[in-house]
């Protein structure tokens, strides 16, 4: 096929579905005879093979994005190389997808489809850059609150049974956002079993050590497995915005905390 026979309509659409520049696509068009979806793929997989290769590139910006949907919500983690991507529309739409789709899966961590990895390969082609998505989880049952920090690096996704007023349900999602140390769990039954027996035993030798008679010892012991639990816990811990108070004090009767997940670009 000669390069008359491409026309210059032909060439730009070529080049808007895939951020190419205009001789690449019209040298797609001429091979392909024409054949646009043909060139579209063409391309598709010869670029996607360049970003294979780019892979190792370090992705340290990205956003999180969170979709509610009825009694299902997920979070998810995107990363990029650059904040100019980071906060391109492309890129946040296919966050905002990439939840959105796994609404219709298993409570859990998120994975990609065929489809969505297709959608993913496309933004990396016409960004250039290594994009993926980190990491997400999908939750279902009861209700759900959120909070996305203003530059979109940090979110939090909070499950919840019961009523809990808009606003405080908000403040405890930024709370899980602000306070330090993070929450690990929404109280002791949710923190790992090994790290409870390590700070157990800690506790156990520390208050043995005192010199203090053996029931004194054990209630010394006892107050210092309270006071990691308050500390770590989010029920335990006193609110960020009114340290008076703690966040078990802030749920009405009925209302239980079931579930929490923050996510932070670039932090585990």
Do not use: W
Request: charged share 25%; net charge negative; aromatic share 4%.
């Amino acid at each position: 096929m000669s390069t008359t026979d491409v026309s210059a309509k032909d060439v730009m659409a070529l080049r808007k579905k895939t951020g190419l520049g205009m001789m690449d696509c019209k040298k797609a068009l001429i091979d392909a005879g024409g054949d646009a979806a043909a060139a579209e793929e063409t391309l598709r997989e010869k670029l996607k093979g360049k970003m294979d290769t780019r892979s190792d590139r370090v992705a340290g910006e990205g956003c999180v994005s969170i979709v509610i949907e009825g009694g299902n919500a997920a979070i998810i983690e995107m990363r990029a190389e650059t904040d100019f991507t980071a906060r391109n529309d492309n890129f946040r739409a296919l966050a905002a997808s990439i939840a959105s789709a796994s609404l219709a899966g298993a409570d859990g961590a998120v994975t990609m489809s065929d489809a969505l990895t297709k959608e993913l390969d496309e933004v990396r082609i016409t960004t250039g850059e290594n994009i993926s998505m980190a990491r997400g989880t999908k939750l279902g049952g009861g209700n759900f609150a959120s909070y996305i920090h203003h530059d979109s690096k940090l979110g939090v996704l909070l499950q919840f049974d019961g009523e809990l007023a808009d606003d405080v349900a908000t403040g405890i999602c930024q709370h899980i956002a602000a306070n330090v140390p993070t929450p690990m769990a929404v109280d002791e039954t949710g923190l790992p079993g090994d790290l409870v027996a390590l700070k157990a035993g800690e506790a156990k030798a520390d208050a043995e050590n005192s010199g203090k008679p053996p029931e004194i010892a054990a209630k010394i012991a006892e107050g210092k497995m309270r006071k990691f639990f308050e500390e770590v816990t989010l029920l335990g811990q006193k609110y960020v915005r009114d340290e008076t108070k703690k966040i078990s004090s802030l749920l009405p009767a009925g209302t239980t905390l079931k579930n929490f997940v923050r996510l932070q670009v670039g932090h585990e």
